[in-house]
RNA sequence: GGGCGAUUAGCUCAGUUGGUUAGAGCGCUUCUCUGAUAAGGAAGAGGUCCCAGGUUCGAAUCCUGGAUCGCCCA
């Protein structure tokens, strides 16, 4: 029954602290309700009951033994501080745990920290005043190390108590971290796991890279350095030994560059296969070129030869090398679908290991082994100057030149021209990268760099995406199935300090070994590390199996991705911490039923996960995705530090509390659309939802007590409370079903945001319809009105439990108790719930509907809801009316008429128009509906209405043929006579009897007087249940209608001693109002009576 | 340049498989109710559903093209 305390299922009573749960009568609420209460206090006081009663602790606990549901925790740094952002994305890792767990599944809430990266050392070098490796490197790796260690920590006490403070439940205390040594060696495992199917390699990256710093830079720093600079512009001639296809003999290719310093390394030409190219001829000579590029290359004069696709030349070969480098063998044209006509030639020069672009063009066409480094053509040493083999072809030897020496530019210009194969020069204006720190021009530079060969398992990755649930589902095939498809492989290694070290050794003789475990590492070399980091690590050395010769580690640390993507089993140790264990088969630990990050993730943890899972196990680590949006602030614009539109969490939290952050990420909008941030937004959202919800809590509670009496006594509702004969009560609580049904349904479908806004939809019902249209039974202690409104606060506590887990818990504790916490609780299952009515919540849909019309005509006469008339006419039928005949004491005392009176048609009110039904007849008629509808619409409607009434159908002849329309097929309208006060809508319509004779007049004037007392009692500071002694005197009229009401008066009010017309008595009392009633003045005076 | 998403009232957002006159909240104006609610109710003002084509008897919704904004990538 659902008012009796449960046993949650799947797991033990509760065995935890001893927990003080008040005895009571349980339709009265333990403690009072304050209802001004600052929702902050009460959430600082729900977090210290939490902490008292272990309410986290026991909630896993209690679910031993159940069927787990897995999430895992994408380890944040902490040496920054926590922002809104975190808070969206932390209360997101709460809802749906909280809810799985209500629902009975066992969720274990690890948490974790990325304590690695580059972040973390800009930070130190930040705080120690360097800029460089080199400076670091002076600085001492052990010390610089350290520091980072120490740093990474910087923020941790408030990430702590901000995850606290916002109800995100878990474990900190046990939080993996990705710097520990038990955690690098399960990295160091995958790694070992990857290398042993083949999968690790040693390739090239080309990277922004400063040649002076001798550094890579990353992107962020990059854009640090964009500087407006001239350069040389040159097009090149590059002459045919053996033309063939469409080249003839003395034809030349013309290429453009703007990096001369490059053409040393060219090992190819790209064209764009599908563009269209030209033999073209200026000034006698035949040059080759795109020919959307002719006239602004060669000018207006050039005449065009020939056209032919780019396809056309691919595969022939030209003279070269441009410059004498030893290369052997003449180049080839190749194709390159990033070559564009829109500048230069149409025909790129191509240099590996300067561009990334030619990189890739040349791998593509084998012109290097990407598995084997030295196989890349690369004439520049890493301190940006020529090697040995660079120089001109009269011998001249450019060794040692730097590259970016604008000296050396003019020479190599020179030398083309002394070859004839300069063909324009000129400057060339544009914004090019720089060093932020030294201000020197950077290159794009070939690194070695050590990859994971994921394009190996791109096709798994794909098939096992598609397995994933995607929120928003357009992920899927989308942002993450797109870059799962252009899949390269992963770059792993990064020239830095502060990472987990890359456990790879290599001897001089180039063989290769990778450690996969610190057993392995001391067999090796009988060395223990007590800290795997740098440098420590670099010191071990041990011999070659193969070569004798001592192996020493590559200097690289690993991308900080992969540390994240390992967690896993990283967190748990695996498999040194659980030897012979089958992980992936290991339902308590993988895959992760849930998951849920910020979008740009797709390319960070998203994809590292699920690349390690796939080359580890060959299966997804997750199954169920949530990508949030990003947080602007209320004009749309980004949020920054730099700007200054950043929202502090803690004002938020200290202003309007946890509960109001959490709600208005939940359901202000889908999260991953993106929110426009303001904290008056979240005022709304306390003002509209929090607020609202107290009160109907507080309401309940104050009524609570003011019936104690009798609700004590009431004990045979406590059983079960099965469907009560009013059918308001019925309402509310197949209402309370209803939404119930609906929140667990969405989320399921990780649907939080309709599934609170459905509930924030029930608790406005709650209070502006079931607690207005009841307030006379909660006055007069009616036990099914107390249970009923207690059912539905509890069932709101525990759908809400997971949204807003303070107040939840607050009326949880409040109204019931029986549990430590709302969060021990089972979330309300369709055994728990009461009973659907589907045909009452539709029949008060239709009755206040009705009201609504009412009051419109009321306001339409400018008639106070007060003053009470004699009747309503309703012009309704069928199922209409029987929903409102059924309901017609709701509707007659919400809109203060005496009597509904109902006509079924519209012979006294109006006229019926009629109208086809487009939704069903639509289909039917298709081409023909325009004429249907004329059709319908010239019948005549009285007819209509009689033959729907009678005989349940119409028949008509459209086009000449007869068809037979059933009620469903024609709509029925309302058109209201002249000078009546009629509010209509559809079939359906109110009016109302304007007259008001004495007896009505008197009435309304009593119900005033009523008004004004309640008032003077509450500016008399009286308590609800206090009784008075009361005095009226004044005008005769009101008196008069006071005494003929006086039954009336003294009940509402609690008179227990009424004078009327005296005005000595009045003068006796301590409080004393005038009120104006109707223009007319009457003196209310009243003191508190002593109780008999 | 490519991928993805968004665009509906002054603001924040709904809008179910295409269906008659496109909704809510906030804000504004007027009125009103109230012994729970700095709340509620009624009425009013406020809309080229980003634009242009197309499909259809019928498009905010489906298709094509475009614009603007955002994110990611190049």
Not at 261 to 286: I, S
Not at 572 to 589: I, K, M, Q, V, Y
Not at 858 to 887: C, D, F, H, T, Y
Request: glycine share 8%; hydrophobic share 40%; with cysteine.
């Amino acid at each position: 029954m659902f008012l009796s305390p449960r046993q949650p299922h799947g797991g033990r009573p509760y065995n935890g602290p001893p927990v003080t749960v008040p005895a009571r009568h349980q339709l009265l609420p333990a403690r009072e309700v304050d209802p001004r209460r600052a929702l902050p206090a009460m959430e600082q006081q729900v977090l210290e009951r939490w902490r008292e009663r272990e309410v986290f602790e026991e909630s896993v606990r209690l679910r031993a033994g159940a069927e787990p549901w897995v999430f895992y925790e994408g380890p944040p740094t902490a040496n920054g501080r926590p922002g809104s952002h975190h808070v969206l994305s932390r209360v997101f890792k709460d809802i749906y745990p909280r809810y799985k767990t209500m629902r009975g599944y066992q969720v274990q809430r690890k948490g974790g920290w990325d304590c690695h990266g580059l972040p973390v050392e800009i930070g130190v070098e930040k705080e120690l005043g360097i800029g460089s490796k080199a400076e670091i490197e002076d600085y001492g790796i052990d010390k610089f190390n350290a520091k980072c260690r120490e740093s990474v920590w910087a923020y941790l006490e408030e990430w702590n108590r901000l995850t606290e403070r916002i109800g995100f439940w878990i474990d900190l205390e046990h939080a993996y971290r990705t710097l520990d040594p038990e955690y690098i060696e399960s990295v160091w495992w995958a790694l070992a796991q990857i290398n042993e199917r083949g999968l690790l390699y040693e390739g090239h990256k080309v990277v922004p890279y400063c040649p002076r710093c001798g550094t890579a830079l990353s992107s962020h720093e990059v854009a640090l350095g964009y500087r407006d600079v001239v350069d040389p512009s040159v097009y090149v001639r590059l002459p045919l030994h053996f033309p063939a296809g469409p080249l003839q003999d003395g034809d030349a290719l013309l290429i453009w560059t703007t990096t001369p310093w490059t053409l040393p390394g060219n090992v190819a030409v790209a064209v764009a296969p599908g563009a269209t190219y030209t033999r073209a001829r200026v000034n006698g000579e035949v040059l080759v070129l795109a020919e959307d590029r002719v006239a602004a290359v060669l000018g207006e004069d050039a005449q065009v030869l020939e056209r032919f696709p780019g396809s056309a030349l691919v595969g022939q070969h030209y003279a070269g090398p441009i410059f004498d480098t030893g290369q052997a063998g003449e180049p080839p044209i190749i194709a390159g679908d990033f070559v564009t006509t829109d500048d230069g030639t149409g025909l790129v020069h191509i240099a590996p290991a300067f561009g990334e672009d030619d990189y890739e063009a040349a791998k593509a066409n084998g012109l290097f082994d990407p598995h084997d480094p030295k196989t890349l053509f690369n004439p520049v040493k890493p301190d940006g100057t020529y090697d040995e083999r660079v120089r001109n072809y009269a011998g001249r030897s450019y060794e040692g030149r730097f590259v970016k020496d604008p000296s050396l530019t003019k020479e190599l210009i020179s030398d083309l021209e002394e070859r004839n194969q300069l063909f324009l020069k000129n400057n060339y204006e544009h914004s090019y990268p720089h060093c932020w720190r030294c201000g020197t021009p950077l290159i794009y530079y070939a690194k070695a760099s050590w990859y994971i060969k994921t394009t190996a398992v791109r096709e798994r990755m794909l098939a096992e995406n598609d397995t994933v649930g995607w929120h928003p589902e357009h992920v899927k095939l989308g942002r993450f199935g797109d870059w799962l498809k252009n899949n390269v492989d992963w770059a792993l290694s990064r020239e830095r300090y502060w990472g987990t070290p890359l456990p790879v050794w290599r001897c001089a003789a180039g063989h290769v070994h990778v450690v996969g475990s610190f057993a392995e590492l001391h067999s090796l070399s009988g060395v223990t590390l007590k800290d795997p980091h740098r440098p420590f690590v670099d010191e071990v050395r041990f011999p070659c199996a193969q070569c004798e010769q001592p192996m020493r580690r590559v200097p690289e640390v690993i991308d900080v991705w992969f540390d994240s993507g390992a967690m896993p089993f990283a967190q748990h140790h695996h498999p040194f911490a659980d030897p012979g264990a089958d992980f992936a088969n290991d339902r308590e630990r993988f895959p992760a039923d849930f998951v849920c990050e910020a979008q740009d993730q797709t390319r960070g943890w998203f994809y590292s996960l699920l690349a390690i899972s796939t080359l580890l196990w060959d299966t997804t680590p997750y199954r169920n995705v949530v990508c949030l949006g990003l947080i602007l602030d209320a004009d749309g614009q980004k949020m920054s530090k730099s700007k200054g539109n950043t929202v502090e969490p803690w004002a938020v939290l200290d202003a309007h509390g946890a509960d109001a952050f959490r709600w208005y990420f939940f359901t202000s909008k889908q999260p991953w659309d993106g929110y426009r941030f303001s904290e008056e937004a979240i005022a709304e959202g306390v003002r509209q939802f929090l607020k609202q919800l107290w009160s109907t809590y507080f309401f309940y509670g104050l009524y609570a007590k003011a019936n104690a009496d009798a609700l004590t006594q009431a004990t045979d509702l406590l059983g079960g409370v099965g469907p009560r004969d009013d059918d308001l009560d019925v309402w509310a609580l197949s209402r309370t079903a209803a939404v119930a049904e609906l929140v667990g349904e969405r989320l399921d479908a990780y649907d939080a945001t309709t599934a609170g806004r459905a509930i924030a939809e029930l608790v406005d019902e709650l209070s502006n319809w079931y607690v207005r249209r009841s307030r006379r039974r909660f006055w007069d202690g009616d036990p099914a009105a107390f249970a009923t409104l207690r059912t539905c606060l509890l069932t709101v506590s525990k759908l809400l439990a997971p949204f807003c887990p303070f107040i939840a818990d607050e009326i949880y504790d409040n109204l019931d108790g029986t549990l430590a916490s709302v969060h021990l609780c089972d979330f309300p299952a369709a055994a728990d719930l009461p009973t659907r009515d589907p045909e009452l919540e539709d029949a008060m849909a239709i009755a206040r509907e009705t009201v609504r019309l009412g009051l419109g005509a009321r306001g339409q006469a400018k008639i106070k809801v007060r003053q009470p008339l004699s009747e309503a006419v309703i012009v309704a039928s069928g199922r209409e009316r029987a929903a409102i005949e059924r309901l017609a004491d709701i509707v007659r005392e919400e809109l203060n008429v005496r009597q509904v009176r109902f006509v079924a048609g519209a012979d006294e009110l109006g006229e019926y128009e009629v109208k086809a039904n487009y939704r069903t007849l639509g289909p039917r008629f298709g081409k023909h509906m325009p004429q249907a509808a004329d059709a319908i619409a010239a019948l005549d409607p009285a007819h209509v209405a009689k033959m729907v009434r009678e005989e349940g159908q119409l028949g008509i002849a459209i086009d000449g043929r007869d068809h037979t329309l059933t009620p469903a097929d024609v709509l029925l309208t309302m058109r209201p006579p002249e000078g009546y006060s009629v509010e209509r809508e559809g079939a359906h319509a109110v009016a109302l009897d304007l007259t008001i004779d004495a007896d009505l007049l008197r009435e309304g004037h009593a119900r005033e007087i009523v008004h004004a007392v309640q008032s003077a009692r509450k500016s008399a500071g009286l308590q609800i249940e206090d009784r008075i002694e009361l005095s009226l005197s004044g005008d005769p009229a009101l008196v008069e209608a006071a005494e003929a009401h006086s039954d009336y008066l003294i009940g509402e009010t609690l008179t227990v001693d009424l004078r009327l017309g005296d005005d000595g008595a009045a003068a006796d009392m301590e409080h004393r109002e005038q009120a104006a009633i109707d223009g007319l003045s009457l003196l209310i005076a009243l003191r508190r009576a002593e109780p008999a």
